[in-house]
């Protein structure tokens, strides 16, 4: 990406051997999607940028990263399971069309 030399990639390269202490701490921390990056970086980037920032520092973190691109372009409703009305599907039910429930964590 640091060859593309475009937006926050220009010298990207540099600048993290440069501040490496400074990613450390992003490194370290809880949530580092949620702590401040060297040189003000977060706030110049894109959420799809900061997820591929994330999946290079922490891949743990990868899938806040990716929630945040989900929630900035579709919107936080995306995110969230649909409710369930379980009298609307009763009814909508019948001896040919039985109700299966599918239970998972």
Same mark, same amino acid.
């Given at each position: 990406?640091? =060859?593309?030399g475009k937006?926050?990639? +220009? +010298?990207f390269t540099a600048q993290f051997r440069a501040s490496i202490n400074a990613w =450390?701490?992003? %490194?370290?921390a809880k949530a580092p999607a949620d702590v401040p990056w060297p040189q003000g970086l977060k706030e110049l980037m894109t959420p799809m940028q900061r997820?591929?920032?994330l999946l290079a520092v922490r891949t743990d973190c990868t899938v806040a990263g990716l929630q945040e691109v989900i929630a900035?372009?579709?919107?936080?409703? %995306?995110l969230e399971p649909p409710s369930f009305n379980l009298e609307k599907s009763f009814g909508a039910s019948s001896t040919n069309k039985p109700l299966i429930f599918v239970l998972s964590s």
């Open positions: 990406l640091g =060859k593309l937006g926050p990639w +220009n +010298n =450390k701490a992003v %490194f370290d997820a591929l920032v900035a372009k579709l919107g936080r409703e %995306f």
